[in-house]
């Protein structure tokens, strides 16, 4: 892919440029080169990362591991997967792919006896939203999300991943809302549902074992 550079004139960027949230703010959010703004998406994803790795962490309590560094991966790619979808309203095979390349030899190793229970989760998961994109005709959603669903039912294995899919469109639900009212969007716009996907996977991980104890599963 090469080095980083600056989507205005190109410039190649060097380390100062590339500091997380510390060059950001020394650059006064331009670029060093031609002074065009610096767009807040860069230190938002630098925010979200910092804070999903820090939370694996204290959350998995261990050293550096397999495990940590797995979960570490897949939080990586999911917010990739967030920021894409959002800004381009397409989930990209080929992060999808590499989690599923990744996770599949994780399992293999660690728990192979959730394998085939985790695989089957996530074939109940992409039939469920390829059922809804049907009903919809593809306004409610895409195949990326449909697809997306497989991952995160094979991440999560169930009920984990049913708690992941309520929080996504409880949280879907509440934006839509919010944008409604607010005079942002029009009923009936598409909003892309893949960040809520991740927000949900994000919630289950986390408060799963939590949640699924008031949830009707």
């Known amino acids: 892919m090469g080095r980083s550079f600056c989507p205005s004139c190109k410039h190649k960027l060097n380390w100062r440029d590339l500091i997380p949230l510390i060059s950001f703010f020394v650059l006064g959010r331009k670029c060093r080169y031609c002074r065009v703004s610096i767009s807040l998406r860069y230190p938002l994803v630098e925010i979200m990362t910092g804070v999903a790795f820090i939370a694996i ?75 809804i994109v049907g009903v919809t005709r593809g306004r409610g959603m895409g195949m990326g999300d449909v697809k997306l669903a497989f991952v995160m039912g094979f991440l999560l294995g169930y009920p984990n991943v049913v708690v992941a899919f309520y929080a996504a469109f409880l949280t879907g639900a509440a934006l839509s809302i919010i944008l409604i009212i607010a005079k942002k969007k029009k009923l009936g716009d598409a909003i892309a549902f893949g960040p809520f996907l991740v927000i949900g996977f994000f919630i289950a991980f986390f408060l799963g074992d939590a949640l699924k104890g008031i949830l009707p599963l």
């Open 57 to 131: 962490f204290l959350f998995l309590g261990s050293a550096l591991n397999t495990t940590l560094l797995f979960w570490l991966f897949i939080a990586s790619c999911l917010i990739a997967v967030f920021w894409i979808d959002r800004e381009q309203g397409i989930i990209p095979d080929e992060l999808l792919i590499l989690m599923l390349l990744v996770a599949m030899p994780f399992f293999l190793t660690v728990s192979p006896s959730l394998v085939i229970p985790h695989l089957a989760t996530g074939m109940v998961s992409f039939l469920f939203f390829l059922g």
